[in-house]
Structures are given as C-alpha cells and as structure tokens.
C-alpha cells in the first residue's frame, strides 16, 4: 500500500508541473499589457518601460515562467497590485467559505442520492424507478440560478426560516454561519444528486446481478446487509470519482451561487479577478485550485484502492 | 428411495419472458431426494439443470415464473415467507455456484464472508466465528487457513476459491447441499479433488446432496440416484448403477457415448450428439429429443411420451421407443 502511494505521488510532479505552465500561459497570454493596465491609459511610453523593466515583463516569457515558477515553490505566489494582499492572504481569507459550502453541498448530494439510488436499483424497472429516474434527469437540467431563486423564495421569502443572503463567519456564530450556508448548498446539491443517483443505480443494478450477490442470498444474509456491504462497496468507484471531481470543481468555487447568496469565497475573488484585471491573482489563484483538484483526484485514486482490493495488489 | 423425502420438487416449471416470447426453462419436473441420499442431475447446457436449482433455492431472476411446488422439511420454499426462506438458506440449505472466480465477492476477505454466514445463523461470538471459520478451512484442504482469512479471492487460486465456497457452503451443517455444476470451471486435475472432497464432507455431515453436472462421469460413482434432463424436462431417472447397467432413453445413452473412453484408440472422433437442442421458445410437439435421435419414429414426432416405470424398482424413463432393457451401452 505504501508504494502503491509513493508511486501515485511520483505521478503527481508531471501533472503539476503541466499546471503550472498551463495557468502561467493563460494569464501571460490574455491580451493587454499589464503596465498598461497598471498604469492606466494616461501613463507615458517611459513610465510604462520602467515598470515593464521592474516587473521583468521584459524578459524572454521562459525566463518569467521560471521565475515564477521558483517564487512558487518558495511558497510565494506574488502580490496583487491593486490591493498589496499577497495571493496566499487571499485565497486564505476565502477558501474556507468555498470549502465549507462545497462540503455541505456534497454531504447533501449524497444523502439524498445514495439511498435513492440503492431503491432505485433494488426495484429497477418499477413505476418508482422510472418515476424517480424521470426526476433526477429534469432536476439536472435546472440550472443553479434558478433553483436558487426558488429556495430563496420559499424558505427566505415566504417561510422566513433561513436568510436569503449574507455570510457569518463561523467564529462569531456557528449557527448563524450554518444558516447562511444552508440555501447555497441545498441549491448545488440540488444540482448534484441527480448524477450520483444515475451513475450509482446503473452500477448497483449491474452489480446486483452478478453471481457474488446470488451467492449473498443463499447464504441467507440480511437484505441490509447484502445491499450496503455485498452490492454498495463494489458498485461505488464511479459515484467516488464523479463525487471526487465535484469536490475538485467546488473548490475553486462557484460564481453563480457564491454572487447569488453573497458569499465571499474563491468563485467571487477569481471573477473579481477578472474584472479588475488583477493578473497576478488570478494566476495565483487558479493554480492554487488547480493543486487543490489535482490533490483531490489523488485521494480518489487511494479510495480506489482502499474499495477494491484488486487494484491496491495491482491486479486490475 | 429410503425413508421419508428431504427434498422434494413437485411438477416445478419455469417460465422466463424473453424478447422472442415465453421460455419455459424447466417443464414439470419432479424429483425427490432423502436425506443424507446424492442426486445427480445430468444434463447438456442450456437443459434446464440451473434454472431448476435456483428454483429449488428460491433464488430465480425477478422475471421468472415458478409454479409447482418445492418440499423441503415439510415446507413449501415457494410459499414461504421471506424472513423463514432466508433463516432456512445458508443454514440448512446450501449452494456452491459453479465459478468460484464470480461467486466470491471481490471487495470482501475470506474471513468477512465465512464469518457473516456463520454469525447469521449460529450465535457465536466473533472469537468462536473466526476459530470455526479457521477449522472450515482446514477441513476443506486450506494450507494456512489463518492467513487466508486476512486474504481477497483474487489472491488465490481456483481450485482454493472453490474450496472456500465449499466451506462457506458447509458452515452451518446443511441438511441439503447443491453443488451446480462445481467442477466445470476449474482446471481438470482439480476436478477430481474437489469432488472427492465433497463427498467425503457429506458422508462425514451425513447431508443430502444433490450435484448438477453435464459430465455422466461425474455422477456415476459419487451419487445414489441420477435423473436426466433434456430441454427442461426430465427424461431419465433410475438409481445410479441401474442407469449405467440398464438405460433405457436414447438420449442418455448419447450423453454416455460423448465421454472420451481412456481405451479408444488415439484420433477416434467422439460420438457427440449431433444437432442442437431445440429453441426452448419454440417447443416442439412431439419428443425433444426426437430431431436428434437415431432411434425416432413417427410416434416420436406427433406425441410427447411421458415419464414410465421400468422394469427395475425407481427407474423410470420417459420415450417410446427406449433401449432393451439389459443392453450395457
């Protein structure tokens, strides 16, 4: 198991290093200088030479990538022009707003899809099965903003039990915060559970056919257990991997939801970003979410090997 | 046939819907087996042996209709409610599937799965659990059985996988054990082990058994009783030396004539049964076997002869125009 992991970690260098002169080539190639932007458009052809010269912007574009590529690995990812804040300040301001809702989000996607997705598969054919498929495939074509209209409308308008907007850090009021948090993440699982009920059901109702559950059931086993430790561990690699590259999206944020509810997390600073022209945050940014995915696509490939066994002894 | 019956399967028939309309996989077979007694159910693939010993086990796809009646220990298995039919499997009713590579689960160790059996149906502790799942193994021919049970199924080999299931199967001291087809995909120099040891398990348990095979040869030593199928029926039945000294249906002498002989000379073609077994959407009228057998007539085709007694006690034979009795195939 060990090397198992030493071994996926040494498959991670290529990966970042791919990363990182991705996210570099983006933000060098958007057009538009930054001196200018900086400087704005009054600025003279000297004063934007100079600043050109001190940013190193006049350098060979390899020369830059490397540069920043060692800032990088010393832990410095730069400085936004406009705010003085260092990226690391402000990713750390707002990743745990990010995280925090995307871990409600999940926990929610899941709750609602897995037990579905067991009944489902368990009555496969059934009036509920096709009436619960029929539902998961509109509410995926819901799109985020209106779902989260509607929760607004009737659990902020109407019901008044949950705030429309606004966020609470947690160390002011835990409770408070989890009230603010609770519409946005029931609006992404809403969005979510519908993938993770699809893609379980298909491979628990394929699972359920194989000889292993027959099998189950002649040894006389408890139809729980038979469902949740027999058909559910080895019907799971695909709701890993799609829950796996949820999480990863999540954390760099969503725009849509995190304006909607007002939540200052990395969605909202990225998009800023943009607006601003804030070049060095969105570089640093967005290879700091990049690192976050690629780690999270790591944790799923251990997961793999802790759920099947084939594939920690190298066997599938 | 000895004594009062353990199992017995009355005028059981299956129906499966498939795409190309009704398949009636088995066609009112009775059967009966007392305990501590082996059947054999001999048959070529798609016969029906299978669906009807997961009609027996209660364990048919969804889709399935059964009709008839299954009599195990004074119960009917088809009527029986869900919570009894499970406290009767594993416990006093076991299996083991042919292919110990799929009957396994992948994601579970050794240990998991003998010890689940073994804590539904006994009250053990897990201590009491793991030392009975150690002594199984050992009985069943497991080096290192203490180590095995830490182990997946993929880490061993078939014969071994095979030797699990078996001790999965025997856990709880069935009084009925059915072995379908539980040779056939395994090596041929394992074969004869696992049988052997099957039969010394059951003679040393005193459990009925009941093994489904296509192989006459591995019936002919190892069971009391042997009954025949052919396209969901059966055709033949008699006490095991009876059926090989005296048979009577053209179709089991077929099956016979197909076992590779040691003495044959080197390259001579073996005798299979030419043609295929009929379309089991699509029945035939007359005698199944009738297109394909050597001996057919008119009567053959038009009527379907059912199951005779022959002249010996418990041998019966369902043809109209058998083999004289007598005549060593």
């Known amino acids: 198991m060990l090397g198992f992991v030493a071994q996926r970690l040494l498959y991670l260098v290529p990966v970042l290093l791919a990363v990182s002169l991705l996210t570099f080539l983006i933000a060098s190639l958007l057009p538009g200088d930054l001196a200018y932007t900086i400087l704005g458009d009054q600025a003279t052809p000297e004063k934007v030479a100079a600043l050109r010269h001190d940013m190193g912007l006049d350098q060979p574009i390899w020369w830059r990538y490397l540069s920043w590529l060692g800032n990088v690995l010393q832990g410095d990812f730069g400085r936004s022009f406009r705010t003085g804040q260092t990226v690391l300040q402000a990713v750390a301001e707002r990743l745990p707003v990010s995280l925090e809702l995307m871990l409600l989000a999940q926990l929610g996607a899941l709750t609602i899809g897995i037990p579905l997705a067991i009944a489902c598969a368990v009555r496969s054919g059934s009036a509920f099965d096709r009436f619960m498929t029929g539902t998961a495939f509109s509410m995926l074509s819901v799109p985020a903003f209106l779902s989260a209209i509607l929760l607004i409308y009737l659990f902020a308008v109407e019901l008044r039990w949950l705030p429309a907007t606004g966020y609470i850090p947690f160390h002011e009021d835990p409770l408070g915060n989890l009230r603010c948090f609770l519409l946005p993440a029931l609006t992404l699982a809403l969005g979510e559970w519908p993938v993770l009920m699809r893609v379980l059901r298909s491979d628990m109702i394929q699972t359920l056919q194989e000889d292993y559950i027959a099998m189950a059931r002649a040894k006389g086993l408890k139809p729980s257990r038979i469902l949740l430790v027999h058909a559910l561990k080895p019907s799971s690699l695909t709701l890993v991997t799609v829950t796996g590259i949820n999480i990863g999206r999540l954390i760099g944020g969503t725009v849509i939801v995190e304006s909607i509810f007002a939540l200052p997390g990395i969605g909202r600073l990225l998009l800023s970003a943009i607006f601003t022209r804030d070049l060095i945050i969105l570089q640093g940014v967005v290879l700091i979410v990049a690192l976050g995915y690629v780690l999270i696509n790591f944790i799923v490939d251990l997961l793999y090997a802790i759920l099947d066994p084939r594939i920690r002894h190298g066997h599938a | ?329």
Request: charged share 20%; proline share 8%.
């Open chain 2, 1 to 329: 046939m000895t004594g009062p019956a353990l199992l017995s399967v009355e005028g059981v028939a299956v129906d499966l819907p498939t795409p190309r309309g009704n398949l009636r996989a088995v066609d009112h077979v009775d059967l009966s087996i007392g305990a501590g007694r082996t059947l054999g159910i001999v048959g070529e693939s798609g016969c029906g042996k299978t669906m009807l010993s997961r009609a027996i086990l209660q364990l048919l796809p969804k889709k399935a209709k059964l009709t008839g009646r299954v009599m195990f220990d004074g119960q009917d298995l088809v009527r029986l409610d869900r919570e009894r039919l499970r406290k009767l499997r594993g416990r006093s009713l076991a299996v083991v599937f042919q292919d110990p590579m799929t009957s396994l689960n992948p994601v579970l160790t050794i240990g998991t799965q003998l010890i689940e059996t073994l804590q539904e149906h006994l009250e053990l502790d897990s201590v009491a659990a793991k030392m009975r799942s150690i002594e199984l193994l050992a009985a069943v021919g497991i080096p290192a059985p203490e180590q095995r049970l830490m182990q997946y199924p993929h880490q061993l080999s078939g014969g071994m996988r095979q030797r699990v299931a078996i001790a999965i199967a025997l856990s709880c001291e069935p009084q009925l054990l059915i072995a379908d087809e539980p040779t056939t995909a395994l090596d041929v120099t394992i074969q004869a082990q696992i049988l052997d040891l099957l039969a010394r398990e059951q003679r040393r348990r005193h459990m009925a058994m009941i093994i489904i095979t296509h192989d006459l040869g591995v019936v002919a030593g190892r069971t009391d009783e042997v009954a025949v199928m052919y396209a969901g029926r059966v055709v033949e039945r008699a006490p095991t030396p009876d059926l090989f000294k005296r048979m009577r249906m053209p179709y089991t002498e077929a099956l016979l004539a197909a076992i590779p002989k040691i003495d044959a000379k080197p390259h001579t073609p073996l005798p299979a049964i030419s043609g295929r077994p009929p379309d089991p959407t699509r029945p035939l009228r007359g005698c199944s076997f009738s297109p394909r057998c050597k001996y057919a007539w008119a009567q053959c085709l038009i009527e379907k002869p059912g199951l005779e007694d022959a002249d010996s006690p418990g041998h019966q034979y369902a043809c109209f125009r058998p083999l004289a009795a007598g005549v060593p195939a």
